[in-house]
């Protein structure tokens, strides 16, 4: 797999050693991706550099530069320490907002409160150290011993602290100097530093040089030890022990590569260790790699899935082939970000970026089926898997399911070929439309779903899973449904509009006896009620679900002359998508009653999500002077408000016994989120307390033990500085 970009050097040939805007030094450590910026450790020259955009073409230059004066400087502790200089930073890590830096040789973590925008722009927090002119060893809990790494998630600062052979955890990013840490890993209090305390096991370190977790798996690289530890979830206590080990058979082994050759199950000297939202874990390994495990391994010993730098998992030669696009010599970190993998290839004094890394297969489906005799349909497809063929399909290739049966893979037609660069597999299924009893060829569901060698998944659906979210009663009846975009292939962007129809329930089968079978039951036949029904697909189709509601009486239609008059009696109506090839899904039907006329009174249905009234309301925010934010109030634009502390507490109503989530999504990295749940207490009130990033976009929803759902529109919070 070769690289696209490389950053510090001209070309993927070339070993430029100066110190320029557009260089990096011997010792490029890691980088991260904020709010679209670029930023880089650059280790050996004591500064961390700042791109406002991610480069696209070969060596382009930084625009900020942090640690030095200027782009030319490279002397440790320019001008003396200060809380404008590093020496050696290591790594570089940011929650959205603030930057921190593991400043090793001075012992300490550096914390901006912004991300600089101009040059030796000072730190405003120093963590491991009482000021910004001190450097001191100290084993204590809040001192530090050459940190190697710095780490942040959901709030926590995560340090390796390396010559202490300790992890320190915080539970909130320290504010003041000097802070205490909260929890340390790999020893048993916060005043040993030995490497592998009372002997190497499942809770001992020795030289950790990377943290992650994704929230759940806490990972270090234990990198003296040649292996990576795995805890099944984050410490809350001293000294725990790890549950899985990865590069060694068992927790007492410590030997590089298990003291034999090069493997897919070993490593020697790790250093970086991340993991992607998808569950990816990528390992930089001294033996010239980048292993990449397509989940985070649950046992120990597994053997990673795909290798970067080597042509094979047995190979471990610097540069392997000469200097190139897809030669590594001491890979440090790999940083996933969105499609593309971003590679500190530290001796070669670069950073590679990997494009369409970690896309995930393509499925496209034909407009409509073709008859393929015997009342069988036969719908032709493909499978994209990206640029240049970095991927093929896992050995579970194309799968199936027909109206919710059971998996099974399609036919290949032509089997794989490059298409623009793509890897394309084109392949076919035959069906038949009345699988499962259904009884009409419109009703059928295909469902498809591909795995590629990253472990990357698609799902196509040929017909859209298509539901009511409830009926109201009025005047004028009020629809509420929604389509799930996260399983669409042709109700999509070519959606068209929306109808309702009726029809009416002429009789009603009647049991004779216990023992007899029920009559039939006689329907009308299906009409328009409301056709014409405006498609809103004004919200991002990253998300799961569009929910579009229709209110005659405050719609943009006039349905006064539209809407039928119907007869007293029972009903059933149903929903239909229709698109722009004419292609149409229907919901599931529902009963209600009507006197006459166009006045309803709905028979609740145990089938929709949401059935009648089910409010959910916010009365207050502490911190916040707002009005009323409720389901039962139409909000035309987004609100926000500003908020003077960063965890206001928000009290409403609900239904008594329901449960109130509360999502606050960080808005300038929608990466990050934290999630709250509580319950509604009998008096029908509920209390939450997030704790909110600088900007947040609040998204809150109730539910039961009913199965009933409703959601507020979301809206953003600032907090005030």
């Known amino acids: 797999m070769s690289a696209d970009v490389v950053i510090g050097q001209r070309d993927f040939t070339n070993l430029s050693t100066g110190t320029t805007q557009s260089t990096l030094s011997g010792g490029v450590q890691n980088s991260i991706i904020v709010n679209g910026k670029l930023i880089i450790a650059d280790q050996a020259n004591s500064r961390v550099l700042i791109w406002n955009s991610i480069p696209t073409t070969n060596g382009v230059s930084a625009d900020i530069v942090v640690g030095q004066p200027d782009f030319t400087s490279s002397t440790a502790n320019n001008g003396g320490i200060s809380a404008r200089t590093f020496d050696n930073p290591t790594t570089v890590i940011s929650d959205g907002q603030k930057l921190l830096v593991s400043d090793r040789q001075n012992r300490r973590v550096l914390i901006w409160n912004n991300i600089p925008s101009i040059n030796f722009a000072p730190a405003d927090v120093v963590v491991g150290q009482p000021g910004f002119t001190t450097i001191t060893s100290n084993t204590t809990q809040n001192g530090l011993n050459r940190p190697e790494a710095v780490f942040t998630h959901a709030g926590k600062l995560y340090i390796a602290d390396s010559t202490n052979n300790r992890v320190l955890i915080y539970n909130s990013i320290p504010t003041t100097n000097q802070a205490p840490a909260d929890v340390v890993v790999g020893q048993v209090d916060f005043t040993t530093g030995t490497e592998n305390t009372g002997g190497i096991g499942p809770n001992t370190l020795k030289y950790p040089t990377a943290v992650a977790t994704n929230g759940n798996k806490f990972i270090i690289t234990d990198s003296e030890n040649h292996r990576v530890l ?287 079978t029920s009559g039939a039951t006689t329907y009308g036949e299906w009409t328009t009620y409301l056709d014409n029904i405006p498609v809103n697909l004004s919200s991002s189709l990253n998300q799961g679900s569009l929910a579009t509601t229709f209110d005659e009486v405050n719609g943009t239609i006039t349905t006064r002359s539209k809407v039928k008059s119907l007869t007293a009696g029972k009903y059933q109506v149903k929903l239909v998508a229709v698109d722009d090839w004419g292609g149409r899904q229907e919901t599931p039907t529902l009963s209600f009653s009507t006197t006459g006329g166009v006045t309803s009174t709905v028979v609740r249905p145990s089938y929709p999500i949401t059935s009648g009234f089910f409010p959910l309301q916010i009365n207050g925010i502490r911190g916040i002077t707002s009005g009323i934010i409720s389901t039962l109030i139409y909000l035309s634009t987004s609100p926000i408000y500003f908020s003077s502390t960063q965890t206001p507490s928000l009290t409403g109503i609900a239904f008594s016994g329901s449960e109130v989530s509360l999502t606050a999504t960080n808005k300038n990295n929608s990466k990050q989120f934290k999630t709250y749940t509580a319950k509604v207490n009998s008096n029908s009130t509920y209390t939450l307390t997030p704790s909110l990033y600088p900007q947040s976009i609040i998204d809150m929803w109730v539910t039961d033990k009913d199965g009933r759902y409703n959601e507020l529109p979301p809206f953003e919070v600032r907090v005030l500085e």
């Open 230 to 516: 795995i805890w099944n979830s984050i410490p809350t206590t001293n000294g725990v022990s790890a549950n899985v080990v990865v590069g060694q058979p068992n927790f007492t082994s410590s030997i590089a590569n298990q003291g034999g050759s090069v493997a897919p199950n070993t490593l020697s000297s790790p250093i970086g260790a991340t993991v992607d939202e998808k569950g990816r874990l990528y390992i930089g390994d001294a033996n010239h790699r980048i292993l990449i495990f397509n989940s985070i391994p649950s046992s120990s010993n597994t053997s990673a899935d795909i290798v970067l730098g080597q042509p094979d998992f047995v190979s471990n030669t610097a540069n392997n082939g000469g200097r190139s696009a897809n030669s590594l010599n001491l890979p440090i970190f790999a940083t996933p970000y969105e499609q593309k993998l971003f590679v500190a290839d530290a001796v070669n004094r670069r950073l590679l970026i990997f494009n369409n890394v970690v896309s995930p297969p393509v499925i496209g489906l034909r407009s409509s089926p073709e008859a393929a005799g015997d009342g069988r349909l036969r719908m032709r497809g493909n499978v994209r898997l990206g640029e240049w063929g970095r991927y093929s399909l896992s050995s579970s290739k194309i799968e199936v399911s027909v109206n919710g049966g059971g998996w099974g893979e399609v036919s290949s037609l032509y089997g794989l070929r490059e298409d623009t660069h793509d890897n394309l597999y084109e392949f076919y299924q035959e069906f038949d439309p009345h699988t499962g009893g259904v009884s009409s060829g419109d009703d059928y569901t295909l469902k498809f779903h591909a795995f590629s060698s990253n472990a990357d998944e698609s799902y196509s659906f040929y017909f859209t899973p298509f539901e009511i979210k409830s009926i109201t009663s009025g005047v004028f009846p009020s629809f509420s449904f929604k389509v799930n975009k996260d399983q669409f292939s042709r109700v999509s962007d070519n959606l068209s509009e929306y109808e309702v129809q009726v029809r009416k329930i002429t009789s009603t089968g009647t049991s004779i006896s216990s023992s007899s």
